[in-house]
């Protein structure tokens, strides 16, 4: 079970730290999908910042448990604010017909469902 765990923060820490890095880097196609979802410039460093710091604080917490819980409560949510700023872009588009499925379990992704 050990192996498990350090196995799963590691690639946590890892799909975090790739997702901040390329957000502070600006690459474009994260800066195409912050544009799309309306987050404000300002917030971009910020939000880089905080998935690093959350990347760091997983691996930290393999040491230190305490770091690596407030790092997966930080990152948890952050993720669901990023999970209601997509909600909310495509609610308020009326280019789609179709709205995200809000609380589906955690693995399961977003599905998109006709709107009635």
Not at 26 to 52: E, F, H, M, N, S
Not at 82 to 107: C, F, I, N
């Amino acid at each position: 079970m050990r192996t498990a765990h350090i196995v799963v923060t590691l690639l946590a820490a890892l799909m975090a730290g790739f997702s901040g890095t390329v957000l502070l880097l600006r690459a474009p196609w994260i800066v195409q999908a912050l544009t799309d979802y309306r987050v404000p410039r300002g917030w971009w460093t910020l939000l880089g910042v905080a998935k690093a710091a959350g990347a760091v604080g997983l691996v930290v917490g393999l040491f230190v448990p305490f770091v690596g819980v407030l790092a997966g409560i930080g990152l948890v949510v952050y993720f669901l604010g990023a999970a209601l700023t997509v909600a909310r872009a495509v609610g308020s588009s009326h280019e789609s017909g179709e709205r995200p499925v809000v609380g589906m379990p955690v693995g399961q992704g977003w599905h998109r469902v006709p709107a009635c």
